[in-house]
């Protein structure tokens, strides 16, 4: 079962408009959360990760919310930006290194 | 400092054929895990091996096995091949356990397996 979910599996925004990525979880023994970035024909790369401790943190252009009580998580780009345009995964982890992924929204960030 | 490098990366097997991908970590990461992406299920976790030990594994058929040697480097192998093994099959390292902050998994860019 999928124990990580993202809805909407593609999204189109207007370059330095906000994208928003949602991401929900069932499992509550997750404790650690990430967002990875996929370009074509390359492997994820991280971006942001955020721990069950935390409800927000930031990177530059980058924020991740959590709330925990909702069993939510949330990926906020602002400005989006051209070279932003890649598929996002969810990933969440339980204490050790078997992450377990949603299965991505693509992001067309549109110039 | 070199990524994760994975060999080879594409791949032509024909069914019941069987396959052995390689996985070269990051320099001093004893940890190294193996993901398949399919469109339909997006990543599912293989395995993962630390210090030549398998620590966990996924919900995959005895036909997906793996080791890692004493360098770090690691190998995966399916056996009997089926078309639905066509994938993409991504390897990851990191330094130690646990994805926390200071231990987030690096990937390598994959092996493209196709299964005709």
């Known amino acids: 079962d999928q124990q990580v979910k993202q809805n909407s599996p593609s999204l189109s925004v207007q370059e330095g408009r906000i994208s928003i990525l949602n991401c929900d979880y069932t499992?509550?023994?997750?404790?650690?959360f990430l967002w990875y970035k996929k370009y074509p024909a390359e492997g994820p790369t991280f971006l942001i990760s955020?721990?069950?401790?935390?409800d927000k943190n930031e990177d530059g252009r980058f924020t991740v919310f959590l709330n925990k009580s909702a069993k939510h998580l949330s990926l906020h780009i602002v400005p989006s930006q051209p070279g932003d345009s890649a598929v996002y995964f969810c990933?969440?982890?339980?204490?050790?290194?078997?992450?377990?992924f949603g299965k991505g929204n693509q992001v067309v960030v549109i110039p | 400092k070199a990524g994760v490098t994975q060999t080879p990366r594409y791949l032509i097997k024909t069914r019941g054929q069987q396959v052995t991908l390689s996985c070269s970590p990051i320099s001093g990461h004893r940890s190294v895990s193996w993901y398949q992406q399919t469109p339909g299920q997006g990543l599912q976790f293989l395995f993962e091996?630390?210090?030549?030990?398998?620590?966990n594994k996924g919900n995959f058929p005895g036909r997906f096995s793996g080791r890692q040697f004493s360098n770090s480097r690691s190998e995966m192998n399916v056996s009997t091949l089926e078309l639905g093994d066509s994938a993409l099959y991504l390897c990851?390292?990191?330094?130690?356990?646990?994805?926390?902050?200071?231990?987030?998994?690096?990937f390598g860019a994959g092996s493209r397996l196709t299964v005709l």
């Open positions: 990933a969440a982890s339980d204490g050790n290194n078997r992450l377990a």
């Open positions: 091996y630390f210090s030549e030990t398998q620590r």
């Open positions: 990851a390292s990191s330094q130690g356990q646990g994805a926390s902050g200071a231990n987030v998994l690096t």
């Open positions: 499992n509550s023994m997750f404790d650690y």
């Open positions: 955020i721990s069950s401790i935390k």
